[in-house]
Protein backbone atom coordinates (compact mmCIF):
# COMPACT_ATOMS: atom_id res chain seq x y z
CA UNK A 1 0.00 0.00 0.00
CA UNK A 2 1.42 3.43 -1.07
CA UNK A 3 1.91 6.06 1.73
CA UNK A 4 -0.78 8.11 -0.14
CA UNK A 5 -3.39 5.41 0.44
CA UNK A 6 -2.39 4.81 3.70
CA UNK A 7 -3.01 8.35 4.75
CA UNK A 8 -6.20 8.37 2.66
CA UNK A 9 -7.26 5.39 4.78
CA UNK A 10 -6.87 6.67 7.95
CA UNK A 11 -7.94 10.36 7.44
CA UNK A 12 -11.05 8.14 6.78
CA UNK A 13 -10.55 5.89 9.67
CA UNK A 14 -10.06 9.19 12.20
CA UNK A 15 -12.18 11.67 10.31
CA UNK A 16 -15.52 9.85 9.34
CA UNK A 17 -17.12 12.67 10.22
CA UNK A 18 -15.30 15.10 7.49
CA UNK A 19 -16.92 13.93 4.28
CA UNK A 20 -14.76 16.38 2.21
CA UNK A 21 -11.47 15.90 4.21
CA UNK A 22 -9.58 17.76 1.84
CA UNK A 23 -5.87 16.41 1.02
CA UNK A 24 -2.80 17.99 0.74
CA UNK A 25 -0.91 16.12 -1.59
CA UNK A 26 2.73 16.51 -2.32
CA UNK A 27 3.97 14.40 -4.86
CA UNK A 28 2.95 10.64 -3.98
CA UNK A 29 2.80 11.85 -0.29
CA UNK A 30 0.13 13.18 1.70
CA UNK A 31 -1.18 14.09 4.23
CA UNK A 32 -4.72 14.81 5.75
CA UNK A 33 -5.30 18.61 6.78
CA UNK A 34 -8.48 18.06 8.71
CA UNK A 35 -8.76 14.69 10.00
CA UNK A 36 -6.80 16.45 13.19
CA UNK A 37 -6.34 20.20 14.14
CA UNK A 38 -3.29 21.49 16.01
CA UNK A 39 -3.38 24.99 16.43
CA UNK A 40 0.18 25.51 14.82
CA UNK A 41 0.39 26.40 11.25
CA UNK A 42 3.86 24.15 10.60
CA UNK A 43 2.41 20.94 8.59
CA UNK A 44 5.15 18.24 7.71
CA UNK A 45 4.25 15.11 5.93
CA UNK A 46 6.60 11.89 6.74
CA UNK A 47 9.00 11.22 4.33
CA UNK A 48 8.51 7.72 3.20
CA UNK A 49 11.88 7.10 2.01
CA UNK A 50 13.42 8.28 5.27
CA UNK A 51 10.97 6.96 8.18
CA UNK A 52 10.63 3.69 9.38
CA UNK A 53 9.63 1.90 12.75
CA UNK A 54 12.53 -0.46 14.27
CA UNK A 55 11.18 -2.94 17.29
CA UNK A 56 12.40 -4.83 19.65
CA UNK A 57 11.08 -8.03 21.83
CA UNK A 58 12.71 -10.49 24.01
CA UNK A 59 13.11 -13.70 22.90
CA UNK A 60 13.08 -16.54 25.92
CA UNK A 61 15.07 -14.36 27.66
CA UNK A 62 18.12 -14.87 25.71
CA UNK A 63 18.43 -12.23 22.98
CA UNK A 64 15.58 -9.78 21.62
CA UNK A 65 14.18 -10.21 17.91
CA UNK A 66 14.49 -7.43 15.88
CA UNK A 67 11.89 -6.05 13.17
CA UNK A 68 11.07 -3.43 11.11
CA UNK A 69 8.02 -1.76 9.29
CA UNK A 70 9.28 0.45 6.29
CA UNK A 71 5.62 1.43 4.61
CA UNK A 72 4.84 4.27 7.35
CA UNK A 73 2.94 7.30 6.35
CA UNK A 74 1.82 10.36 8.10
CA UNK A 75 2.04 13.79 9.06
CA UNK A 76 2.60 16.32 12.02
CA UNK A 77 2.23 19.80 12.88
CA UNK A 78 4.84 21.14 14.95
CA UNK A 79 5.59 25.15 15.70
CA UNK A 80 8.59 24.99 18.11
CA UNK A 81 6.93 28.32 19.33
CA UNK A 82 3.77 26.23 20.35
CA UNK A 83 5.23 22.84 21.03
CA UNK A 84 2.19 21.99 23.54
CA UNK A 85 -0.12 22.72 20.39
CA UNK A 86 1.48 19.93 18.21
CA UNK A 87 -0.23 17.12 16.50
CA UNK A 88 0.92 13.82 15.09
CA UNK A 89 -0.92 11.02 12.65
CA UNK A 90 0.75 8.39 11.57
CA UNK A 91 -0.15 4.81 9.91
CA UNK A 92 1.69 1.74 9.07
CA UNK A 93 1.03 -0.84 6.32
CA UNK A 94 1.08 -4.13 8.81
CA UNK A 95 2.29 -6.35 5.76
CA UNK A 96 5.57 -4.24 5.42
CA UNK A 97 6.85 -6.31 8.76
CA UNK A 98 10.33 -7.54 8.27
CA UNK A 99 11.92 -9.89 10.44
CA UNK A 100 15.10 -10.74 7.77
CA UNK A 101 13.50 -13.82 7.48
CA UNK A 102 10.70 -14.74 4.92
CA UNK A 103 9.26 -17.33 7.29
CA UNK A 104 8.68 -15.86 9.91
CA UNK A 105 7.47 -12.36 7.98
CA UNK A 106 5.02 -14.74 6.89
CA UNK A 107 3.53 -16.02 10.38
CA UNK A 108 4.06 -12.25 11.59
CA UNK A 109 1.78 -11.29 8.90
CA UNK A 110 -0.67 -14.35 9.45
CA UNK A 111 -3.84 -14.55 11.18
CA UNK A 112 -1.98 -15.81 14.01
CA UNK A 113 -0.26 -12.67 14.63
CA UNK A 114 -0.89 -9.20 13.17
CA UNK A 115 -3.38 -10.28 10.63
CA UNK A 116 -2.21 -8.27 7.90
CA UNK A 117 -5.29 -9.35 5.77
CA UNK A 118 -7.64 -8.07 7.91
CA UNK A 119 -6.21 -4.84 9.95
CA UNK A 120 -3.79 -3.52 7.02
CA UNK A 121 -3.27 -0.82 8.77
CA UNK A 122 -1.19 -0.21 12.42
CA UNK A 123 -2.49 3.93 13.34
CA UNK A 124 -1.27 6.48 15.72
CA UNK A 125 -2.97 9.61 16.87
CA UNK A 126 -2.17 11.96 19.49
CA UNK A 127 -3.80 13.31 21.89
CA UNK A 128 -2.00 15.45 24.05
CA UNK A 129 1.95 17.20 24.15
CA UNK A 130 4.17 17.93 26.71
CA UNK A 131 7.30 20.08 26.00
CA UNK A 132 10.13 18.52 28.44
CA UNK A 133 13.11 20.66 27.21
CA UNK A 134 14.01 22.59 23.78
CA UNK A 135 14.76 19.21 21.77
CA UNK A 136 12.00 16.67 23.75
CA UNK A 137 8.44 16.23 23.61
CA UNK A 138 6.16 13.42 25.32
CA UNK A 139 3.61 12.90 23.26
CA UNK A 140 0.36 10.64 24.25
CA UNK A 141 -1.77 9.28 21.92
CA UNK A 142 -3.20 6.38 20.86
CA UNK A 143 -2.08 3.41 19.26
CA UNK A 144 -4.86 0.99 16.99
CA UNK A 145 -3.47 -2.22 16.43
CA UNK A 146 -5.40 -5.44 15.07
CA UNK A 147 -8.71 -3.23 15.72
CA UNK A 148 -7.96 -2.77 19.29
CA UNK A 149 -7.04 1.03 20.45
CA UNK A 150 -4.53 1.48 23.72
CA UNK A 151 -2.85 4.58 24.90
CA UNK A 152 0.80 4.97 23.88
CA UNK A 153 3.28 7.41 25.20
CA UNK A 154 5.95 8.39 22.91
CA UNK A 155 9.55 10.26 24.32
CA UNK A 156 10.27 12.02 21.12
CA UNK A 157 13.43 13.91 20.92
CA UNK A 158 13.88 16.36 18.20
CA UNK A 159 17.09 16.05 16.20
CA UNK A 160 17.02 18.87 13.48
CA UNK A 161 14.71 21.75 12.26
CA UNK A 162 15.50 23.05 9.54
CA UNK A 163 16.43 23.10 5.43
CA UNK A 164 17.05 20.23 4.07
CA UNK A 165 20.85 20.43 2.69
CA UNK A 166 19.49 18.30 -0.62
CA UNK A 167 16.04 19.71 -0.79
CA UNK A 168 16.31 22.84 0.06
CA UNK A 169 12.95 22.13 2.10
CA UNK A 170 12.46 23.05 5.66
CA UNK A 171 12.60 19.77 7.34
CA UNK A 172 12.17 18.18 10.71
CA UNK A 173 13.85 14.96 12.30
CA UNK A 174 13.12 13.02 14.89
CA UNK A 175 13.13 9.93 17.08
CA UNK A 176 10.23 8.82 18.85
CA UNK A 177 10.34 5.92 21.25
CA UNK A 178 7.58 3.97 22.86
CA UNK A 179 6.80 0.22 24.62
CA UNK A 180 3.85 -1.26 24.41
CA UNK A 181 2.19 -4.70 25.60
CA UNK A 182 1.44 -6.45 22.56
CA UNK A 183 -1.27 -9.56 25.06
CA UNK A 184 -3.42 -5.88 25.07
CA UNK A 185 -4.06 -5.61 21.08
CA UNK A 186 -4.67 -9.46 21.39
CA UNK A 187 -1.21 -11.01 20.60
CA UNK A 188 -0.65 -13.56 22.87
CA UNK A 189 1.22 -15.75 20.49
CA UNK A 190 4.54 -17.12 22.27
CA UNK A 191 4.08 -15.94 25.57
CA UNK A 192 5.35 -15.77 28.07
CA UNK A 193 8.84 -17.40 26.16
CA UNK A 194 8.57 -14.21 23.62
CA UNK A 195 8.18 -11.36 24.99
CA UNK A 196 5.24 -9.06 25.94
CA UNK A 197 6.83 -5.85 25.49
CA UNK A 198 7.68 -4.38 22.42
CA UNK A 199 10.06 -1.40 22.41
CA UNK A 200 9.69 0.60 19.59
CA UNK A 201 11.45 3.78 17.84
CA UNK A 202 9.98 5.73 15.35
CA UNK A 203 13.42 7.72 13.05
CA UNK A 204 10.87 9.96 11.56
CA UNK A 205 11.68 12.78 9.13
CA UNK A 206 8.94 15.57 7.75
CA UNK A 207 9.02 17.92 5.14
CA UNK A 208 7.21 21.30 5.65
CA UNK A 209 4.17 21.46 3.67
CA UNK A 210 4.17 24.59 1.60
CA UNK B 1 -46.65 -27.77 32.81
CA UNK B 2 -46.01 -30.00 36.14
CA UNK B 3 -42.63 -29.12 37.12
CA UNK B 4 -40.67 -31.90 36.73
CA UNK B 5 -41.80 -31.43 33.36
CA UNK B 6 -40.92 -27.23 33.38
CA UNK B 7 -37.01 -27.81 34.51
CA UNK B 8 -36.91 -30.67 32.08
CA UNK B 9 -37.78 -28.16 29.07
CA UNK B 10 -35.40 -26.01 31.29
CA UNK B 11 -32.85 -28.28 31.31
CA UNK B 12 -32.81 -28.86 27.41
CA UNK B 13 -32.52 -25.30 26.77
CA UNK B 14 -29.69 -24.73 28.21
CA UNK B 15 -26.12 -25.15 26.97
CA UNK B 16 -24.54 -28.15 28.27
CA UNK B 17 -21.41 -27.81 30.39
CA UNK B 18 -19.12 -29.87 29.17
CA UNK B 19 -15.28 -29.88 29.53
CA UNK B 20 -14.46 -30.37 25.64
CA UNK B 21 -10.99 -30.96 24.75
CA UNK B 22 -10.33 -28.37 21.83
CA UNK B 23 -8.84 -29.04 18.60
CA UNK B 24 -5.48 -28.00 18.33
CA UNK B 25 -4.37 -25.93 15.43
CA UNK B 26 -1.10 -25.94 13.47
CA UNK B 27 0.07 -23.95 10.91
CA UNK B 28 3.36 -24.27 8.61
CA UNK B 29 4.82 -20.92 6.91
CA UNK B 30 7.37 -21.31 4.17
CA UNK B 31 10.08 -18.84 4.09
CA UNK B 32 10.80 -18.41 0.14
CA UNK B 33 8.34 -20.09 -2.73
CA UNK B 34 5.32 -21.87 -1.84
CA UNK B 35 4.67 -23.84 -4.66
CA UNK B 36 7.63 -24.78 -6.08
CA UNK B 37 10.73 -27.29 -4.77
CA UNK B 38 14.00 -27.41 -6.24
CA UNK B 39 16.46 -30.42 -5.86
CA UNK B 40 18.92 -29.83 -2.76
CA UNK B 41 17.68 -26.59 -2.31
CA UNK B 42 16.29 -26.47 1.36
CA UNK B 43 13.01 -25.04 2.26
CA UNK B 44 12.92 -23.04 5.19
CA UNK B 45 10.08 -23.66 7.67
CA UNK B 46 8.25 -22.43 10.93
CA UNK B 47 5.78 -24.66 12.45
CA UNK B 48 3.34 -23.40 15.24
CA UNK B 49 1.41 -25.55 16.93
CA UNK B 50 -1.10 -24.19 19.71
CA UNK B 51 -3.94 -25.90 21.97
CA UNK B 52 -6.74 -23.94 24.17
CA UNK B 53 -5.31 -25.96 27.09
CA UNK B 54 -1.78 -26.75 26.14
CA UNK B 55 -0.28 -23.64 24.94
CA UNK B 56 1.23 -23.00 22.01
CA UNK B 57 4.45 -24.34 20.48
CA UNK B 58 6.43 -21.18 20.58
CA UNK B 59 5.67 -20.22 24.00
CA UNK B 60 7.88 -23.31 25.50
CA UNK B 61 4.94 -24.56 27.19
CA UNK B 62 4.95 -27.46 24.81
CA UNK B 63 7.52 -29.80 24.57
CA UNK B 64 9.22 -29.39 21.24
CA UNK B 65 9.22 -33.40 20.55
CA UNK B 66 5.44 -33.36 20.75
CA UNK B 67 5.13 -31.41 17.22
CA UNK B 68 6.00 -34.20 14.60
CA UNK B 69 7.02 -33.01 11.67
CA UNK B 70 7.45 -35.20 8.00
CA UNK B 71 9.06 -33.92 4.90
CA UNK B 72 8.43 -36.98 2.12
CA UNK B 73 8.29 -37.09 -1.54
CA UNK B 74 4.26 -38.73 -2.06
CA UNK B 75 4.52 -40.01 -5.75
CA UNK B 76 1.05 -40.27 -6.50
CA UNK B 77 -2.23 -39.92 -4.11
CA UNK B 78 -0.91 -37.00 -2.69
CA UNK B 79 -3.96 -34.79 -2.80
CA UNK B 80 -5.57 -37.24 0.04
CA UNK B 81 -2.62 -38.39 1.68
CA UNK B 82 -2.27 -37.87 5.27
CA UNK B 83 -0.12 -39.22 7.79
CA UNK B 84 -1.52 -41.65 9.96
CA UNK B 85 -2.56 -39.91 13.26
CA UNK B 86 -0.43 -42.63 15.55
CA UNK B 87 2.14 -41.93 13.93
CA UNK B 88 2.42 -38.48 15.31
CA UNK B 89 2.85 -40.27 18.99
CA UNK B 90 5.35 -43.10 16.89
CA UNK B 91 7.45 -39.74 15.80
CA UNK B 92 7.30 -38.16 19.09
CA UNK B 93 8.36 -41.56 21.03
CA UNK B 94 11.54 -41.85 18.42
CA UNK B 95 12.65 -38.67 18.41
CA UNK B 96 12.28 -38.00 21.73
CA UNK B 97 13.69 -41.69 22.68
CA UNK B 98 16.91 -41.15 20.05
CA UNK B 99 18.18 -38.50 22.51
CA UNK B 100 17.45 -40.58 25.75
CA UNK B 101 19.64 -43.60 24.20
CA UNK B 102 22.24 -41.39 23.02
CA UNK B 103 22.51 -39.86 26.44
CA UNK B 104 21.90 -42.83 28.44
CA UNK B 105 24.64 -46.09 28.27
CA UNK B 106 23.14 -48.29 26.00
CA UNK B 107 26.05 -47.45 23.46
CA UNK B 108 28.22 -49.70 25.55
CA UNK B 109 26.68 -52.40 24.85
CA UNK B 110 24.75 -52.43 21.90
CA UNK B 111 25.28 -50.79 18.51
CA UNK B 112 23.00 -49.48 15.42
CA UNK B 113 23.47 -52.23 13.29
CA UNK B 114 26.04 -55.41 12.59
CA UNK B 115 26.88 -57.23 9.29
CA UNK B 116 27.44 -60.19 10.88
CA UNK B 117 26.30 -62.07 14.25
CA UNK B 118 26.15 -60.23 17.99
CA UNK B 119 25.63 -61.68 21.07
CA UNK B 120 24.23 -58.52 22.19
CA UNK B 121 21.38 -57.80 20.10
CA UNK B 122 21.93 -54.68 17.45
CA UNK B 123 18.58 -52.08 17.64
CA UNK B 124 18.24 -53.52 13.98
CA UNK B 125 18.22 -56.85 15.28
CA UNK B 126 15.45 -55.86 18.28
CA UNK B 127 13.24 -53.97 15.79
CA UNK B 128 13.62 -56.41 13.46
CA UNK B 129 12.56 -59.30 16.07
CA UNK B 130 9.68 -57.07 16.92
CA UNK B 131 9.04 -55.90 13.35
CA UNK B 132 8.87 -52.62 14.68
CA UNK B 133 5.64 -53.28 16.58
CA UNK B 134 5.48 -50.67 18.87
CA UNK B 135 2.26 -52.15 21.18
CA UNK B 136 5.38 -53.98 22.45
CA UNK B 137 7.20 -51.61 23.45
CA UNK B 138 5.48 -51.23 27.55
CA UNK B 139 6.51 -54.62 27.96
CA UNK B 140 10.39 -53.82 26.50
CA UNK B 141 10.31 -50.31 28.40
CA UNK B 142 9.30 -52.65 31.74
CA UNK B 143 12.66 -54.80 30.80
CA UNK B 144 14.80 -51.87 30.05
CA UNK B 145 13.84 -50.40 33.59
CA UNK B 146 14.19 -53.79 35.84
CA UNK B 147 16.42 -55.49 33.18
CA UNK B 148 16.11 -58.63 31.77
CA UNK B 149 18.04 -62.08 30.79
CA UNK B 150 16.38 -64.90 28.70
CA UNK B 151 14.96 -62.99 25.68
CA UNK B 152 18.48 -62.82 23.99
CA UNK B 153 20.36 -65.92 24.99
CA UNK B 154 21.16 -65.79 28.29
CA UNK B 155 23.01 -62.11 28.33
CA UNK B 156 21.68 -59.73 30.94
CA UNK B 157 20.83 -56.38 30.37
CA UNK B 158 21.12 -54.64 33.96
CA UNK B 159 18.42 -52.02 35.34
CA UNK B 160 18.10 -49.24 34.12
CA UNK B 161 16.65 -46.27 36.71
CA UNK B 162 14.33 -44.04 33.59
CA UNK B 163 10.86 -43.29 34.00
CA UNK B 164 8.84 -45.66 32.70
CA UNK B 165 7.71 -42.73 29.44
CA UNK B 166 11.49 -42.36 29.06
CA UNK B 167 11.69 -46.02 28.45
CA UNK B 168 9.18 -46.49 26.15
CA UNK B 169 9.97 -43.78 24.22
CA UNK B 170 13.89 -45.29 23.95
CA UNK B 171 12.62 -48.30 22.86
CA UNK B 172 10.23 -46.89 20.51
CA UNK B 173 13.35 -45.32 18.69
CA UNK B 174 14.79 -48.70 18.98
CA UNK B 175 11.96 -49.97 17.30
CA UNK B 176 12.08 -47.26 14.34
CA UNK B 177 15.36 -49.40 13.18
CA UNK B 178 13.27 -52.03 11.17
CA UNK B 179 14.69 -51.70 7.77
CA UNK B 180 16.44 -49.00 6.53
CA UNK B 181 15.62 -47.18 9.80
CA UNK B 182 15.46 -45.04 11.93
CA UNK B 183 13.06 -43.25 9.36
CA UNK B 184 11.64 -40.83 11.23
CA UNK B 185 13.92 -38.00 12.44
CA UNK B 186 13.16 -35.23 15.01
CA UNK B 187 12.84 -32.38 13.24
CA UNK B 188 12.36 -29.04 15.05
CA UNK B 189 9.08 -26.41 15.04
CA UNK B 190 11.75 -24.30 13.21
CA UNK B 191 14.18 -25.29 10.31
CA UNK B 192 14.94 -26.29 6.77
CA UNK B 193 13.81 -29.54 5.33
CA UNK B 194 16.16 -30.57 2.04
CA UNK B 195 14.08 -32.60 -1.25
CA UNK B 196 16.38 -34.98 -2.88
CA UNK B 197 14.97 -36.58 -5.78
CA UNK B 198 18.14 -38.06 -7.53
CA UNK B 199 16.62 -42.03 -6.72
CA UNK B 200 13.18 -40.82 -7.96
CA UNK B 201 13.13 -38.36 -10.70
CA UNK B 202 13.30 -39.88 -14.28
CA UNK B 203 14.37 -38.03 -17.02
CA UNK B 204 11.88 -36.85 -20.29
CA UNK B 205 12.08 -35.19 -22.93
CA UNK B 206 10.96 -31.84 -21.31
CA UNK B 207 13.12 -32.12 -18.59
CA UNK B 208 13.07 -34.21 -14.99
CA UNK B 209 9.76 -36.03 -14.50
CA UNK B 210 8.14 -35.80 -10.45
CA UNK B 211 4.49 -35.95 -10.67
CA UNK B 212 4.41 -36.25 -7.63
CA UNK B 213 4.53 -33.79 -4.42
CA UNK B 214 6.79 -33.37 -1.40
CA UNK B 215 4.74 -32.63 1.46
CA UNK B 216 5.70 -31.00 4.51
CA UNK B 217 3.18 -32.46 7.29
CA UNK B 218 3.15 -31.47 11.07
CA UNK B 219 1.02 -32.86 13.64
CA UNK B 220 0.02 -32.17 17.19
CA UNK B 221 -1.49 -34.36 19.62
CA UNK B 222 -2.82 -32.67 22.51
CA UNK B 223 -2.81 -34.14 26.38
CA UNK B 224 -6.51 -34.40 26.22
CA UNK B 225 -8.57 -31.92 29.07
CA UNK B 226 -10.98 -33.30 31.80
CA UNK B 227 -11.33 -36.77 30.77
CA UNK B 228 -11.56 -36.00 27.05
CA UNK B 229 -9.09 -37.80 25.03
CA UNK B 230 -6.10 -36.41 23.04
CA UNK B 231 -6.62 -35.12 19.83
CA UNK B 232 -4.52 -34.35 17.07
CA UNK B 233 -4.33 -31.01 14.67
CA UNK B 234 -2.22 -31.20 12.01
CA UNK B 235 -0.99 -28.85 8.88
CA UNK B 236 0.35 -30.01 5.54
CA UNK B 237 2.05 -27.85 2.70
CA UNK B 238 2.60 -29.29 -0.65
CA UNK B 239 5.32 -28.66 -3.18
CA UNK B 240 5.38 -29.47 -6.36
CA UNK B 241 8.37 -29.60 -8.80
CA UNK B 242 10.07 -26.69 -10.85
CA UNK B 243 9.12 -28.36 -14.02
CA UNK B 244 5.62 -28.81 -14.41
CA UNK B 245 4.36 -30.99 -17.35
CA UNK B 246 1.58 -29.36 -19.60
CA UNK B 247 -0.83 -32.09 -18.67
CA UNK B 248 -0.94 -30.42 -15.24
CA UNK B 249 -2.50 -26.99 -17.32
CA UNK B 250 -6.30 -26.59 -16.64
CA UNK B 251 -8.90 -24.32 -17.61
CA UNK B 252 -7.73 -25.22 -21.73
CA UNK B 253 -9.45 -23.18 -24.07
CA UNK B 254 -8.52 -23.99 -27.56
CA UNK B 255 -5.76 -26.07 -26.44
CA UNK B 256 -6.57 -29.76 -26.37
CA UNK B 257 -3.84 -32.66 -24.90
CA UNK B 258 -2.82 -35.12 -27.20
CA UNK B 259 -0.07 -38.27 -27.04
CA UNK B 260 3.08 -38.07 -29.08
CA UNK B 261 5.54 -40.74 -28.83
CA UNK B 262 5.17 -41.68 -25.60
CA UNK B 263 4.97 -38.31 -23.94
CA UNK B 264 2.06 -35.49 -23.06
CA UNK B 265 1.56 -32.15 -24.57
CA UNK B 266 -0.99 -29.70 -24.69
CA UNK B 267 -1.28 -28.49 -28.38
CA UNK B 268 -3.71 -26.02 -30.26
CA UNK B 269 -3.24 -26.41 -34.28
CA UNK B 270 -4.42 -23.23 -35.13
CA UNK B 271 -4.90 -20.19 -32.24
CA UNK B 272 -7.11 -18.40 -30.49
CA UNK B 273 -5.98 -20.81 -26.93
CA UNK B 274 -5.37 -20.64 -23.56
CA UNK B 275 -4.24 -22.64 -20.39
CA UNK B 276 -3.40 -21.94 -16.52
CA UNK B 277 -1.45 -22.42 -13.85
CA UNK B 278 -3.49 -21.25 -11.27
CA UNK B 279 -2.48 -20.26 -7.74
CA UNK B 280 1.37 -20.38 -8.28
CA UNK B 281 3.50 -18.45 -6.12
CA UNK B 282 6.17 -16.19 -8.06
CA UNK B 283 8.72 -15.61 -5.20
CA UNK B 284 11.86 -15.49 -6.20
CA UNK B 285 11.26 -16.96 -9.78
CA UNK B 286 12.80 -14.45 -12.76
CA UNK B 287 13.03 -16.82 -15.31
CA UNK B 288 10.11 -19.53 -17.05
CA UNK B 289 11.61 -21.61 -19.41
CA UNK B 290 8.38 -23.22 -21.84
CA UNK B 291 9.72 -27.08 -23.26
CA UNK B 292 7.71 -27.32 -27.05
CA UNK B 293 7.41 -29.94 -28.95
CA UNK B 294 7.17 -29.58 -33.01
CA UNK B 295 8.46 -29.66 -36.63
CA UNK B 296 7.97 -27.30 -39.62
CA UNK B 297 4.66 -28.74 -40.52
CA UNK B 298 3.82 -29.83 -37.30
CA UNK B 299 2.94 -27.48 -34.08
CA UNK B 300 5.96 -24.75 -36.16
CA UNK B 301 5.65 -22.38 -33.33
CA UNK B 302 4.06 -18.62 -32.93
CA UNK B 303 4.03 -16.56 -29.98
CA UNK B 304 2.83 -17.61 -26.23
CA UNK B 305 1.98 -14.71 -24.02
CA UNK B 306 2.22 -15.15 -20.47
CA UNK B 307 -0.60 -12.87 -18.47
CA UNK B 308 -1.68 -12.64 -14.81
CA UNK B 309 -4.84 -13.85 -13.91
CA UNK B 310 -6.84 -13.60 -17.13
CA UNK B 311 -6.46 -14.73 -20.54
CA UNK B 312 -6.17 -10.93 -20.56
CA UNK B 313 -4.67 -9.81 -17.75
CA UNK B 314 -1.11 -8.47 -17.50
CA UNK B 315 1.35 -9.35 -19.62
CA UNK B 316 4.20 -10.75 -17.84
CA UNK B 317 6.33 -11.71 -21.10
CA UNK B 318 6.24 -13.58 -24.33
CA UNK B 319 7.76 -16.80 -25.36
CA UNK B 320 8.67 -16.47 -28.97
CA UNK B 321 8.62 -20.46 -30.62
CA UNK B 322 9.85 -21.20 -33.70
CA UNK B 323 10.22 -25.07 -34.75
CA UNK B 324 12.46 -25.44 -38.57
CA UNK B 325 13.57 -29.19 -38.28
CA UNK B 326 11.65 -31.59 -40.43
CA UNK B 327 10.75 -34.35 -37.43
CA UNK B 328 9.26 -33.64 -33.92
CA UNK B 329 12.14 -31.67 -31.63
CA UNK B 330 12.41 -30.16 -28.68
CA UNK B 331 12.49 -26.18 -28.59
CA UNK B 332 12.73 -24.13 -25.58
CA UNK B 333 11.69 -20.86 -24.74
CA UNK B 334 12.76 -18.56 -21.89
CA UNK B 335 10.99 -15.20 -20.69
CA UNK B 336 12.22 -13.04 -18.11
CA UNK B 337 10.03 -11.64 -15.36
CA UNK B 338 10.01 -8.22 -13.27
CA UNK B 339 10.21 -9.54 -9.41
CA UNK B 340 6.91 -10.66 -8.36
CA UNK B 341 5.90 -11.31 -5.17
CA UNK B 342 2.98 -13.85 -3.96
CA UNK B 343 0.00 -16.46 -5.84
CA UNK B 344 -0.78 -15.48 -8.95
CA UNK B 345 -2.87 -17.43 -11.65
CA UNK B 346 -0.30 -18.12 -14.64
CA UNK B 347 -2.57 -17.63 -18.08
CA UNK B 348 -0.50 -18.96 -21.33
CA UNK B 349 -2.07 -17.69 -24.45
CA UNK B 350 -1.91 -18.48 -27.81
CA UNK B 351 -2.97 -16.15 -30.60
CA UNK B 352 -4.70 -16.19 -33.87
CA UNK B 353 -3.37 -18.69 -36.27
CA UNK B 354 -0.07 -19.72 -33.86
CA UNK B 355 -0.02 -23.19 -33.83
CA UNK B 356 2.41 -24.95 -30.81
CA UNK B 357 2.39 -27.93 -28.42
CA UNK B 358 3.83 -27.69 -24.84
CA UNK B 359 5.57 -30.01 -23.08
CA UNK B 360 6.50 -28.57 -19.77
CA UNK B 361 7.02 -25.03 -17.83
CA UNK B 362 9.82 -24.69 -16.05
CA UNK B 363 10.45 -22.21 -13.10
CA UNK B 364 13.91 -21.31 -12.86
CA UNK B 365 15.46 -24.09 -14.56
CA UNK B 366 18.70 -24.11 -16.10
CA UNK B 367 17.87 -26.77 -18.69
Redesign the interface.
Known amino acids: MRASTLIAAICALLAPGIAQAQMLMDGHRGVCSDCHVGAATDRYVLDTENSMVVYALDV?GFSKTIGTFREIGGGFVFDPEDAENASVIASIDAASVDMS???????VR?E?FLDAQAHPLITFQSTAVERIDATHLRIDGQVSLRGIAKPVSLAVEINKLGPHPLTGRRTAGIIATGRLQRSEFGLT??????GDEIEFTLYAQGTLLE | MRRTQFFLLLGSMLPLAVAANELPTV?I????NETFFWDRFPI???V?A?DTEDG?S????LDPYSVAIEFQYIAENYDTFSPAPAEAGAIVGATRGKELVEADDCFLCHSERSTGPTAIPTYAAIAEKFQGNLSVAPALAYNVINGSQGIWGNMLMPAHAVPLEDATAMVQYVLSFLGEGPARTFRPI?GAVTPNVAMVATQGPFGPELPGRYLLTASYTDRGNAGEPPAIGSATHMFRHSNVPAMELDSLEGFESAAVEGTGVVAVRAGPASARLASIDL?GVRNITIATLGSARRWPGGRIDLRLDAPNGELAGSFEINHTSRELAVGRAAVRLNPIDGRRDLYFVVGPDQSVAIGAICFECSY
Open positions: FDPALNRLSRLGLPSI | SYIGGRYIVSDLSGATS
